[in-house]
C-alpha cells in the first residue's frame, strides 16, 4: 500500500513551545514523499508570540489563516495583519510574529529547502 500524499493537521499533536505556541509539522523530507520543501503550521496563544528568530539558508512563507498578528522585520519594519493574508520572512532578517488579537493566530508555514530538522 502507498503512503497517502496528505495529512490532517488535526492528526498531528505538535509540539507545545515558550512562549506559548504549538508547532505542528506537516510535510516534510523526514517523513518521505516531499523532497525539497516541508510545511507545517503555527497555533499561537493570545498575547504570545512566534520569538525572534532568523533563517539564513531557507526561505520562509506563511499564511494566516485566523487571528490578527503584528510581523516585525528587523531593518523593515512592523505591520499589523489580519486573516487570510500571505507574508514571507526576508532570508536572513530576524523577525517575529505576535499576537495581537483575542484568538489564536493559525499560521501555515512553508521553508524552502527544509529546514535542517525537518529532513532527519
Not at 2 to 11: I, L, M, R
Request: proline residues 9%; hydrophobic residues 35%; glycine residues 10%.
Amino acid at each position: 500500500m502507498s503512503k497517502v500524499p496528505f495529512v490532517k493537521a488535526a492528526d498531528v499533536q505538535g509540539e507545545f513551545r515558550t512562549p506559548p505556541r504549538t508547532s505542528k509539522l506537516l510535510l516534510a523530507p523526514k517523513f518521505g514523499g516531499v523532497k525539497n520543501v516541508s510545511m507545517g503550521m503555527n497555533i499561537t496563544e493570545v498575547g504570545s508570540m512566534i520569538p525572534d528568530h532568523v533563517h539564513d539558508t531557507s526561505e520562509e512563507v506563511l499564511f494566516l489563516i485566523s487571528g490578527r498578528a503584528r510581523i516585525v522585520i528587523d531593518g523593515e519594519g512592523s505591520w499589523e495583519i489580519g486573516p487570510e493574508t500571505a507574508f514571507y520572512s526576508p532570508l536572513g532578517k530576524k523577525h517575529r510574529v505576535e499576537n495581537i488579537g483575542d484568538e489564536p493566530l493559525r499560521i501555515v508555514w512553508c521553508y524552502c529547502p527544509p529546514l535542517p530538522s525537518h529532513c532527519s
